[in-house]
């Protein structure tokens, strides 16, 4: 069965720090974009990092650019998201997913491109 495995999640405090780590289990990241989602309560889901399948593009949303950074490590097939100086207002539900790009490992796809998605970590920001 092909799905993520999600895991880094929980309680910290506003200005703290969090890895959020998605191994690939049963398909391979290569030939894959990688995004990262999250669900606020309320809200709905929000696209807040992308990056290509040659990690030469990346797109961040204004809420997480310059705190978040996405990372890859094939050796390990696993995607990470990295959260620094954390806000109340990043509290949500995180999901990362991956998006086949073939040969075009430049591109940034569309969210409804996305099919491979992780079951979602929570993340509360609270003092």
């Known amino acids: 069965q092909s799905q993520f495995v999600e895991s880094g999640g929980g309680l910290v405090q506003p200005g703290g720090s969090l890895r959020l780590s998605c191994r690939a289990s049963?398909?391979?990241?290569?030939?894959?974009?990688i995004g990262w989602f999250r669900r606020a309560p309320g809200k709905e889901r929000e696209r807040i990092a992308v990056?290509?399948?040659?990690?030469?593009?990346?797109d961040y949303s204004d809420s997480v650019k310059g705190r978040f950074a996405v990372s890859k490590d094939m050796a390990k097939n696993t995607v990470y998201l990295q959260m620094n100086n954390l806000k109340p207002e990043d509290t949500a539900i995180y999901f990362c997913?991956?998006?086949?790009?073939?040969?075009?490992?430049?591109?940034?796809?569309?969210?409804?491109?996305?099919?491979?998605w992780g079951p979602g970590t929570q993340v509360t920001v609270s003092s």
């Open positions: 049963g398909f391979t990241l290569e030939y894959r974009a």
């Open positions: 997913a991956a998006a086949w790009t073939g040969i075009n490992n430049q591109i940034l796809p569309q969210t409804s491109e996305f099919t491979y």
């Open positions: 990056i290509s399948d040659n990690n030469r593009h990346s």
